[in-house]
């Protein structure tokens, strides 16, 4: 089941998918650094993320 996360940062409005939480958890680190200069808790990302189709 693929993951799927939004970013809460304002006018941001990314949304990451993966397919395992272990991914999901990179690529969105990946997103705050780059865009934010910050980093998200893995268990902010795990209750945050919602599965999705595909
Ligand atoms: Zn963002």
């Not at 780059?34 to 893995?42: N, V």
């Amino acid at each position: 089941m693929a993951k799927q996360w939004s970013c809460n940062e304002d006018r941001c409005g990314e949304v990451v998918t993966a397919d395992s939480v272990d991914e999901l958890i990179e690529k969105v680190n990946e997103h705050m650094r780059a865009a934010h200069d910050s980093y998200e808790l893995e268990e902010m990302i795990e209750d945050a993320a919602v599965d999705v189709d595909g």
